[in-house]
């Protein structure tokens, strides 16, 4: 490791020697690996110490009270250190013309806010932070990557709604163990009717499918399923025969019969449902132009991604919303295929600079349309009137105040 009063080099980590001096007098640099001269001031060097102190405890999970007995300062220091990193902005943007075999995505939820991902097997692709998996955000997430040959999703309505709007065409493969979740969610683990030990046992046939003859069987075993139950599941419960304190809170106040065996009912009509659209084994039968295996759950997101994520806001718990979210975003934006070096971000940026520039900019064009003018004259009219649109916005009804 270079001495302090030998920085290293920004390009390859090696320890610099002078190299004369600028005709202003400052300290000329030479990398003796790479031949990179560069003029390193001491301002210069403490923020890139700084900054990389920053990146590593982020992306570490380390707590700000272990990291700061380690360096000797205290956490207030760690404060006035960090204060202007969070202004450096993250990239987020992708190549909107690449095409991909086969993307996942899902949403994952931290505090109040939202967090939409697309990826690939590998790494990251896209990220949309939101309030609610609805399909205006998700086809946000959408707008930000081309077409891909396979989507894999949980089944999130807004998801498959996005999908349906943005990409008719697109070939959906359904998350075989989500289905599976639904399945036994409807049924139990543990039933006693032979009708339900029969969907169970089509929920644990479905995760073993591995090829177009196990497709074939698992289809049989549906459509077998239905043959030998659908009298029962024809069944009905008229709301005349079932005392008032006894109907289900789901049945409507006009609704004079419903289904008896509405959960195995609605198991068995999934599974059928997604067989008719293809959603099922879409892995086993890839379009023209994929070129390796495809994947058959959503298990790389969730248990990775996702999971990476939630244990990494766990390890900072206590932290600002937006502080919570540009670590996030450094985080997937340092799993994504080709990321650029932060530390070269941060320069490019001025180390936060810029962005805090920006953000008090921004502030003051704000407090003008609430406060009015510096010199005393109230706000113009309508200005402080939001024109965005806001899926929040709608007509209020009921009591607004004393007349």
């Known amino acids: 490791m270079a001495k302090r009063n030998r920085p290293s080099c920004d390009m390859c980590g090696h320890g610099l020697v002078k190299n004369g001096k600028t005709a202003a007098g400052t300290q000329r640099w030479l990398c003796p690996q790479c ?10 060097t403490s923020e890139i110490r700084h900054f990389k102190i920053f990146i590593d405890w982020i992306l570490s999970g380390e707590s700000s009270d272990h990291l700061a007995t380690r360096l000797g300062v205290t956490r207030r220091t760690l404060t006035r250190w960090f204060k202007m990193l969070w202004f ?68 999130a309505g807004g998801a498959l709604k996005a999908l349906r709007t943005k990409w008719p065409d697109v070939k ?63 069944q009905r419960t008229y709301r005349s025969t079932v005392p008032a304190g ?6 409507s106040p006009n609704q004079k019969w419903w289904y008896t065996h509405r959960n195995a009912r609605r198991a068995l009509k ?8 293809e959603q099922l084994f879409a892995f086993l039968t890839p379009p023209e132009g994929v070129t390796h295996d495809l994947k058959a759950t959503t298990n790389l997101l969730e248990g990775g991604i996702n999971k990476q994520l939630k244990d990494l806001a766990g390890n900072h718990r206590g932290m600002f919303d937006e502080h919570q979210r540009i670590t996030m975003d450094w985080w997937l934006y340092t799993h994504t295929e080709d990321p650029v070096a932060p530390l070269e971000l941060a320069k490019q940026q001025d180390f936060g600079r810029q962005g805090e520039k920006t953000a008090r900019a921004a502030w003051a064009k704000e407090q003008l349309k609430r406060r009015g003018y510096p010199d005393g004259r109230p706000a113009t009219y309508d200005t402080g009137i939001d024109n965005e649109w806001n899926p929040s916005l709608g007509i209020r009804k009921g009591w607004a105040g004393r007349s």
């Not at 998996?133 to 081309?146: H, M, V």
């Not at 029969?198 to 497709?215: F, N, P």
């Not at 459509?223 to 139950?229: L, V």
Request: proline residues 4%.
């Open 172 to 234: 959906i493969q359904r998350c075989l163990v989500h289905v599976q979740r639904n399945t036994f969610a409807d049924i139990s683990r543990n039933p006693i009717h032979p009708a339900h030990k029969a969907i169970r046992k089509l929920g644990y046939m479905l995760v073993q499918v591995h090829s177009l003859e196990d497709a074939a069987r698992f289809t049989a075993a549906v459509h077998h399923t239905r043959i030998t139950f659908g009298d029962w599941l024809k």
């Open 88 to 155: 450096i902005t993250v990239p987020t943007a992708t190549d909107p013309y690449r095409v991909y075999d086969q993307v996942f995505i899902d949403g994952t939820y931290f505090h109040k806010k939202c967090l939409l991902v697309a990826c690939t097997d590998t790494h990251v692709i896209a990220w949309h932070w939101c309030l609610r998996e609805t399909s205006y955000e998700y086809l946000k997430l959408l707008d930000k990557i081309a077409q891909p040959l396979v989507v894999t999703t949980d089944g």
């Open 35 to 44: 031949n990179a001269s560069s003029v390193n001031t001491r301002v210069h």
């Open 246 to 251: 006894q109907v289900p809170k789901w049945v």
């Open 270 to 277: 999934r599974l059928e449902k997604l067989l008719h659209e």
